[in-house]
């Protein structure tokens, strides 16, 4: 499976649901299963104590990755009332330059301790099992083509 380090806390918000858009200054062209890795970087004592539970160098959870687009596309979207742009322009963490929206996430019930990498890297031996959980995205799609989703 395709695998992408984030630091924490993001890591953790990402693994618990809260947290569904990944911001990073590169498009991505993959659809579908991804891991999501919880880098060794240690985060101040205030927020580990906040969050007792975070879990380090290791991957902690997968999710569908839906669509990946920029912020710019969600901006002019949602002039035109794109549904889609507005429900992701309106979540805390839509910050871009490329926005990788993340569906379906599903916490491992025992993380996966392994070394992280820069960029996109793959993970043998790791599943995603779809749920039959309803979409926020439901009745509504992602752009299709890439001059969309890279413009």
Known sequence: MIVFTVYNPWAELIRDGSKWVENRHWPIKHRGPIGIHASKRRVSPEVRKARPDMVFGAIVATAELYACVSKDWLD???????????????????????????RDVQRLAKPIPCRGYQGLWRYDGLTHKASDRRSRFEGCAPPETERNLFS
């Open 76 to 102: 002019e979207s949602a002039q035109l009332c794109n549904r889609f742009a507005m429900i992701v322009l309106a979540h805390p963490h839509t910050e871009g330059p490329f926005c990788w929206i993340l």
